[in-house]
């Protein structure tokens, strides 16, 4: 069989959804298994890519704030495949008027859920009253849900810290779950360490404040009725599915970008779902297949191929394949073959062809 009709049958399987995979979908939590907003890193082409993966994982865009919404390109913010879904749109702002506005746009370009960044510690958010620095005024975001809310009928959900610098205790977080929660707020995604707003990088925060699940899993233990979602040092799907005994959902970020084949299997595992998993051949000929049609409406090849540069990781030739693309993907002139090309190398230099991808997870 060849490579192309096995992966327009994968495709046909794959984009199938079962009646069985229905039930799946309506018995588990929506935010069961979730890919992290993450700046410059999840546009729309990445989450093309990661769809290809897995077809129940909750994915988000980049934060977009309610500025670039109202005063700039808004239909470059917004735009998405129809094939991403399902995904929702990460709002950055602190003024109710402008938030719930921004929030009618995401619902009528499509988004299946607004969601409120109140995590993000950048300095350069901090300025515009945006991100974790919020956690500081659990009234202003109540207010600021409240009015996202009222506008838009599909969820509002806010993904916040376990706290920000002095305001770090069980009791503090108890108060903003609360506070935020009378508006009708459902769903908190927190990402399980405190932000040190002055004197650390987004990077650092990422890394050094400690991580502390046990104060994620105390509000679930506080507030049962609420979906809680934890984020942050998630590495594979064993982790995932012991954090699931205590929270009704995960949220992975870099990992899920960086070895995006840590997805394969989230269906199966997490989902019980019988999509079949498909080989890294098939995912990379329906992402040559999008580039292709995206290559044509004007997009740049660069912005495409810097998504997939972990297709491959840990398999031979993936350095080769990285490398191609860094050094070809970029020059003006580049084309589909460029991509084609990075393919061959990798995959002439091994037995993946026929392979399924290898879990990678355990």
């Known amino acids: 069989m060849s490579g192309t009709y096995n992966a327009?049958?994968?495709?046909?399987?794959?984009?199938?959804?079962?009646?069985?995979?229905?039930?799946?979908?309506?018995?588990?939590?929506t935010h069961r298994f979730c890919v992290a907003p993450m700046m410059d890193w999840t546009d729309r082409h990445c989450r093309y890519f990661l769809r290809l993966f897995t077809k129940h994982t909750l994915l988000y865009t980049e934060m977009v704030t309610t500025g670039a919404l109202l005063y700039g390109d808004a239909e470059r913010f917004l735009r998405f495949n129809a094939a991403e879904q399902p995904v929702a749109l990460q709002l950055g702002g602190s003024d109710p008027d402008e938030l719930a506005k921004a929030a009618i746009m995401g619902e009528q370009a499509g988004y299946q859920e607004i969601n409120l960044n109140s995590g993000c510690p950048s300095d350069r958010v901090q300025r515009g009253k945006i991100g974790a620095c919020l956690m500081a005024e659990p009234t202003l975001v109540a207010e600021c849900m409240a009015a996202m809310k009222e506008a838009v009928a599909i969820p509002?959900?806010?993904?916040?810290?376990?706290?920000?610098?002095?305001?770090?205790?069980?009791?503090?977080?108890?108060?903003?779950?609360?506070?935020?929660?009378?508006?009708?707020?459902?769903?908190?995604?927190?990402?399980?360490?405190?932000?040190?707003?002055?004197?650390?990088?987004?990077?650092?925060?990422?890394?050094?404040?400690?991580?502390?699940?046990?104060?994620?899993?105390?509000?679930?233990?506080?507030?049962?009725?609420?979906?809680?979602?934890?984020?942050?040092?998630?590495?594979t799907l064993e982790e995932s599915r012991h954090l699931l005994e205590n929270v009704d959902g995960v949220m992975i970020g870099r990992e899920a970008y960086q070895n995006p084949n840590l997805l394969a299997r989230v269906d199966q595992q997490l989902f019980d779902s019988d999509y079949p998993v498909m080989s890294q051949e098939d995912v990379l000929a329906q992402f040559i297949d999008y580039a292709k049609n995206e290559l044509r409406q004007g997009t740049a090849l660069k912005h495409m191929t810097r998504h997939v540069l972990g297709l491959f990781q840990g398999q031979p030739g993936a350095k080769r394949f990285r490398r191609y693309l860094s050094e070809n993907a970029h020059k003006q002139d580049a084309g589909i073959d460029i991509l084609e090309t990075a393919?061959?190398?990798?995959?002439?230099?091994?037995?993946?062809m026929e392979t399924p991808i290898q879990e990678v997870l355990c």
């Open 8 to 29: 327009y049958l994968m495709y046909f399987l794959y984009n199938t959804p079962s009646q069985f995979d229905q039930m799946i979908m309506q018995a588990y939590s």
């Open 156 to 235: 509002v959900t806010i993904k916040c810290r376990i706290g920000i610098d002095e305001i770090d205790s069980l009791e503090h977080l108890s108060h903003f779950v609360e506070t935020v929660s009378a508006t009708g707020c459902h769903c908190f995604i927190i990402h399980a360490r405190i932000a040190v707003l002055a004197g650390l990088s987004p990077k650092q925060n990422r890394e050094i404040p400690p991580l502390d699940y046990e104060r994620v899993f105390a509000i679930k233990e506080r507030f049962p009725d609420l979906e809680i979602v934890i984020n942050g040092g998630i590495k």
């Open 343 to 352: 393919g061959r190398l990798v995959l002439n230099s091994n037995s993946l």
